[in-house]
């Protein structure tokens, strides 16, 4: 976003992080903190709508005025007391970083939950700059904050501000660099109790000045709470004999008159919440709220227990549709530019007289199967992502974890989960990395292992083709009912596996009980479409695709070898196919099925591909696109309905993919839980192929 005439300019990535000033820029989830960041620094930080999207530092350089200053965009957060991973990263970064003035972000519409944030920084730094965003859209609802009012109350600078249209960025800019010029000036300070005061008043004394690089008073008050976070960094050397003294003797009074640790803790935010309500009740004025009557009136809809879930699935059947139906066109135009490009790199080989191996290895082989991978995953996320990140954008995914937080707590996980798995039907390597929005690193850990249980994209082509190819009658509007009855089915399948082993797993190796979380419900907001597919496109599309392609090579150049190498007259994959092949009957498979499962780990979309190759006795991946030629190839071959079945059981619950198994390790750092995440999904996908097999030869 550029602002000709105006005194500031955005930096770029490529100038050096060296500057005249450094200020953190803080606040809530979704009062647009990000959107200023990105609008003064030119970086393009994700805004998601639910509370812990950003949940690490990002930095970034605006020049004002001549002077370049160094923006650090801290992880949104509702408190600094470090009682999740958002306020401790937020917290570590204004004591240890000791950034020269803090600019606090806060949403106009909901500015009295805001205030708590403005007061706590204010007891940690001497510069602070509330930024009052969001004017538009409280305007629309009806209040109006009086903003000079606010600055009385506060005795420090106050700015209003629309960041989305860039209104208001200027003084923003201009009151900051007056702040950094001017010598600090005090201003309001939070008081608590008089008990608590007193002896925050003889401790703050005794201490005296520059022991650590906050504010005494904040010190001492998280010494008297014995907060655990805190006293990790402070060592008693380091503190006078006579403070320590004193400081246990405070400690002992104020446990003898009732007042514990964990109850100062409770006196001193409810001191804060009592700040907050009379100084928003000092500026706050409402008047009449349309916006907010058409809120609660989408909210009955999209929350209530009539329509909630059954508007959610309609959702998520709605965008699987599109996205299903969209990616066929261009997902054939892709394979066919993809495969011409490989037969023409082919005759070039021939031509200039390479040997048959190098076009063997590195076009049939590498190359064929990266064509494969790219055709078939690229348009689908394509397509499914931006999707997602519209509804993310317009305010709806918090509404599904609201919808789904019971069941998830009954299964002791955390609500903030159902967004995790919804994100897995378009990757789950996607689905994976966006665990880090839930706090507690059990309930984290348990959404990374159980991800993979929904069908991702690369699934969904194989389960269409299997449930038209054997399970539809012949009659067309019969047959299209059917198939998304069936379909749907094994996707409430896979989400009921989720339900399972997430409860399996906090009963047996991740025991605990479920977390409480504050989930914030924006308001709904008209999605910036455009910044939408773009940031989707690169941010999720690219990044996954480019995972998948550095596994999907070195695998073609495996399948390659195994299907052009013979052993006795037989190849190298007919051998391996029949090695496994009394080990998968058990599972109402054959070895060539269970084999393609095993060399289709880079992409789920290349086992169908393998099947056929196999079945061929071809050298190099083959396609065969009429299902009724497919489908006399596999009863050729032996499939049976109950084979289609088991076949559709373990894509679903089988390992997950070489890109999501690359995303959970790190994302766990750990070896142990990433080789658990493959082994846990394969035993119960192979425990269910079981079952089924069993039951089909005992009824006959």
């Not at 939070?190 to 008073?217: C, H, M, S």
């Not at 002992?252 to 919440?273: F, P």
């Not at 700040?275 to 209530?304: P, S, W």
Request: a negative charge.
């Amino acid at each position: 976003m550029g602002h000709e005439g105006t005194g500031y300019e955005m930096m770029r990535e490529d100038k050096p992080l060296q500057a005249d000033h450094v200020v953190a820029l803080a606040g809530n989830p979704n009062v647009g903190k990000s959107t200023v960041f990105n609008a003064l620094t030119g970086m393009h930080q994700h805004t998601g709508n639910w509370a812990g999207k950003t949940v690490s530092n990002a930095m970034g350089i605006t020049e004002y005025g001549g002077k370049r200053i160094v923006l650090a965009d801290l992880p949104g957060t509702y408190s600094l007391r470090a009682d999740s991973a958002e306020e401790e990263a937020a917290r570590d970064y204004l004591c240890s970083a000791n950034p020269e003035a803090v600019v606090v972000v806060c949403d106009a519409c909901c500015l009295e939950r805001n205030l708590n944030l403005v007061l706590q920084t204010m007891e940690l730094s001497d510069r602070v700059l509330v930024c009052v965003n969001l004017l538009d859209e409280a305007e629309k609802r009806g209040i109006s904050v009086d903003l000079d009012a606010l600055e009385q109350e506060l005795q420090t600078p106050v700015v209003g501000m629309t960041a989305r249209s860039g209104k208001g960025l200027d003084a923003l800019m201009e009151r900051l660099q007056a702040l950094l010029d001017e010598q600090p000036a005090p201003h309001f300070q939070p008081f608590y109790e008089e008990t608590i005061e007193a002896q925050l008043e003889i401790l703050t004394r005794l201490l005296g000045e520059d022991k650590f690089n906050v504010p005494t008073r904040w010190a001492v008050l998280r010494f008297l709470e014995q907060e655990e976070s805190f006293l990790r960094n402070v060592s008693a050397d380091d503190l006078p004999e006579r403070f320590l003294v004193k400081l246990n003797e405070s400690i002992e009074l104020l446990e003898n008159e009732g007042m514990t640790s964990e109850k100062l803790q409770d006196s001193v935010i409810s001191s804060l919440v009592m700040h907050a309500e009379r100084i928003a009740g000092n500026v706050i004025t409402y008047q009449k709220n349309c916006t907010d009557a058409r809120d609660r009136a989408l909210d009955r809809i999209f929350m209530g227990r009539k329509f909630g879930i059954p508007v959610m699935l309609l959702l998520l059947a709605g965008i699987l549709w599109l996205t299903m139906i969209g990616a066929n066109y261009p997902s054939s135009l892709l394979s066919e530019f993809l495969f011409f490009v490989g037969d023409a790199a082919s005759s070039g080989l021939a031509k200039i007289g390479a040997p048959a191996w190098v076009d063997g290895l590195f076009i049939q082989g590498m190359y064929r199967t990266l064509a494969w991978v790219v055709s078939v995953m690229l348009p689908p996320m394509a397509i499914f992502f931006p999707l997602f990140t519209l509804l993310e954008d317009a305010g709806y995914l918090p509404r599904v974890a609201f919808n789904l937080d019971r069941s998830f707590r009954k299964c002791g996980a955390c609500g903030k989960q159902a967004l995790t798995m919804c994100m897995g039907f378009g990757c789950n390597a996607a689905g994976v990395t966006g665990c880090r929005i839930i706090d507690s690193p059990r309930e984290r850990l348990i959404a990374i292992l159980t991800n993979c249980f929904v069908p991702c994209n690369g699934r969904f082509p194989m389960l269409i083709s299997l449930i038209t190819m054997f399970f539809v009658t012949g009659v067309a509007v019969v047959d299209s009912l059917l198939s998304a009855l069936i379909l749907l089915g094994v996707i409430l399948f896979g989400v009921g596996t989720t339900f399972f082993a997430s409860k399996l797993l906090s009963k047996t190796l991740l025991k605990g009980i479920p977390s409480s979380f504050t989930l914030e419900l924006p308001p709904y907001r008209r999605p910036q479409i455009g910044k939408v597919i773009v940031r989707s496109i690169l941010d999720r599309t690219i990044f996954v695709l480019g995972r998948a392609c550095i596994v999907a090579a070195p695998t073609g150049i495996l399948i390659w070898l195994l299907a052009n190498i013979s052993v006795a007259d037989q190849s190298l994959l007919a051998l391996c196919a029949g090695f496994l092949d009394p080990f998968a009957q058990w599972f109402g498979m054959d070895g060539t099925i269970l084999l393609a499962f095993i060399l289709g780990f880079p992409a789920n979309e290349i086992v169908i591909p393998i099947i056929i190759m196999s079945y061929l006795s071809q050298g190099s991946l083959t396609e065969i696109t009429e299902l009724s030629t497919l489908h006399s190839l596999f009863v050729e071959n032996g499939w049976t309905p109950v084979t289609a079945l088991c076949v559709m059981l373990f894509s679903l619950l089988h390992f997950p993919c070489s890109t999501t198994v690359l995303t959970i390790f790190k994302e766990t750092k750990s070896v142990k839980w990433t080789l658990f995440s493959a082994a846990m999904p394969t035993m119960i996908g192979l425990i269910m192929c079981f079952l089924v097999n069993a039951a089909s030869m005992l009824w006959g």
